[in-house]
């Protein structure tokens, strides 16, 4: 790692500072993240910065040098660990809200980002609960806790009351409130509507509900009626005031008022706009609600547009047709791609092979003119294929079917948190959202995991034996295998936040929160600091 040296006793012959050493380091694979020159000047009595680090430790084609005391010479690596709030607790849950739950001797406790103790370790279980933040079970209190913070910067605990789901109905507002024997219905003045004895209850529009009890579910109107048979499950949503049942496995078809349209019998049933896609084996057909068949086609696949007009797709085949909510076949010259419809553009295909993006009608939106293109990906951007130079290339565009500036690749992933994943050459690489680098582009596996973390893994080739098997038919032989196994976690700013051979299966996932990161040393956790924006 170190490839010279060179010593400048002249430079500094007469003074009062130590002799100093020249070190050139190779720059991929750094190892220098702190240094202190405990008898130089000022200048250089300072550690360095996190970002001048990271500048450092990102250098990818030059070679640079560190000035090191020859007398005293502490520093850390790049991949090593700078603690915060220092690795101390057996257990740790994320920042939520301003504070972090911490387990010591079995006991939880709260800190605050400083690592001071706002609730020392008293409390046998924590948890957290959405839109509310932490609860705690207290052995003297009956009932669950909140962790509140008061206008007077003070934190206290407070009884939990699960505020009851409401929903607008026709005949006013619905309430879901919970007994002990069960769920109920009430309306405002708290009367119950139904009696406590569903496990859950779920509301699905148009004054419905559906009330789930003894492993059986059954529709309820606004006024707590049940008003259809029992099934194994209701499925919403509803479409074309119509919802799918099963019952012992086998797909039927209710109307709103919860009366049986199909009886439960179908192997396959799918709401095909004003129709239904159902079979009692193989793929499916178009059929009217009185079982009256529309067309002859088969396919295995409905993917339904926001104006009712839906796609049939043959997988096997690759043939699909796009119909409109009566059942007239609007299109059957297009191809339709194997994603979703996404910001209401779906991959189409002419008859020519070329591909784009047509709307719920089957008018051309981006113009066909690519190899192949994708379903678009939650943050607007979808993967189109071009052919140049003897091979195929891939690019994204947004919706509008603009091309997007980004570095090449095979593969791309988008995760909802702001990270891409792009495999290159048989390479990988984290980015985030404007496609700046979160890790090299590395032959060795690299996961995002989410909430700010991924994995790093090393990707080694071994020597497999395969034995013979009668049974299965296989024969013997050797062969060449390549094994993978996780080296360490990180958050997305490059800290290492754990290493493999620190983490437990028992252990949560590493999360950064609050610009806080979950880091755990020598089987003892705490937090890192990270440049990751607040979320």
């Known amino acids: 790692m170190v490839l010279s040296l060179q010593l400048f006793s002249n430079f500094f012959r007469g003074s009062s500072l130590p002799l100093i050493g020249v070190f050139q380091i190779e720059p991929m694979n750094p190892s220098l993240h702190k240094i202190t020159f405990t008898s130089l000047s000022s200048f250089f009595n300072r550690p360095l910065s996190k970002q001048q680090t990271r500048a450092a430790c990102s250098l990818r084609h030059f070679q640079y040098y560190i000035l090191l005391s020859m007398f005293q010479f502490p520093f850390l690596s790049c991949n090593s660990q700078k603690f915060h709030i220092e690795p101390q607790y057996d257990a740790v849950m994320p920042f939520l809200n301003g504070i972090a739950a911490v387990k010591q001797q079995n006991l939880w406790g709260f800190i605050d980002p400083s690592g001071k103790w706002i609730f020392s370790p008293k409390f046998a279980s924590v948890q957290m609960i959405a839109d509310a933040g932490y609860a705690v079970e207290d052995p003297g209190v009956e009932t669950l806790q909140i962790a509140i913070h008061t206008s007077n910067d003070q934190w206290i605990l407070a ?17 879901l409130v919970q007994f002990d024997d069960g769920y109920a219905i009430a309306d405002n003045n708290s009367k119950k509507l139904t009696d406590a004895v569903y496990d859950t209850i779920t509301y699905i529009g148009r004054d419905l509900f559906i009330g789930y009890r003894n492993y ?10 049940i008003i259809s048979n029992q099934y194994t499950e209701i499925l919403p949503p509803i479409l074309f005031d119509r919802i799918k049942c099963i019952d012992d496995h086998h797909y039927g078809l209710l109307s709103v008022e919860g009366k049986e349209i199909i009886a439960p019998d179908m192997t396959i049933l799918e709401i095909a706009g004003q129709n239904v896609a159902c079979t009692k084996g193989g793929n499916l057909k178009l059929y009217t609600d009185q079982l009256e068949l529309l067309s002859d086609f088969e396919f295995d696949r409905v993917l339904p547009f926001e104006n009712g007009n839906w796609i049939a797709r043959n997988t096997d ?27 209401g553009l779906m991959p189409a295909g002419n008859q020519n092979g070329l591909w784009g993006y047509v709307n719920c009608d089957g008018k051309e939106v981006i113009p066909l003119q690519f190899k192949y293109a994708e379903s678009f990906m939650s943050n607007g951007k979808a993967v189109i294929w071009k052919e140049g130079q003897g091979r195929t290339n891939y690019f994204l565009v947004d919706t509008s079917g603009r091309e997007i500036s980004s570095p090449p690749f095979d593969k791309i992933e988008w995760h909802p948190d702001g990270v891409y994943s792009l495999e290159y050459d048989n390479r990988n690489q984290l980015l985030d959202e404007d496609f700046n680098p979160i890790t090299k582009l590395s032959g060795n596996p690299v996961q995002y995991i989410g909430d700010g973390v991924y994995i790093k893994f090393k990707a080694s080739r071994s020597t497999k034996l395969q034995k013979p098997n009668f049974y299965t038919g296989e024969k013997f032989k050797i062969y060449r295998s390549w094994d993978v196994e996780p080296v360490s976690f990180h958050s997305v700013d490059g800290s290492l936040l754990l290493k493999a051979e620190d983490f437990d299966e028992s252990d949560p996932k590493p999360s950064v929160s609050e610009g806080l990161a979950m880091a755990k040393k020598r089987g003892k956790w705490g937090f890192i600091k990270t440049s990751r924006p607040k979320n």
């Open 159 to 175: 009884p939990y009351t699960p505020e009851s789901a409401k929903f607008p109905t026709s005949s006013g507002m619905r309430f």
């Open 317 to 343: 085949s690759g043939e699909s047709k796009l119909f409109s909510p009566s059942g007239k076949l609007v299109s059957d010259k297009l191809s339709f791609g194997y994603g979703d419809i996404m910001f």
């Open 216 to 225: 059986k579910s059954e529709l309820l109107n606004s006024n707590g009626k």
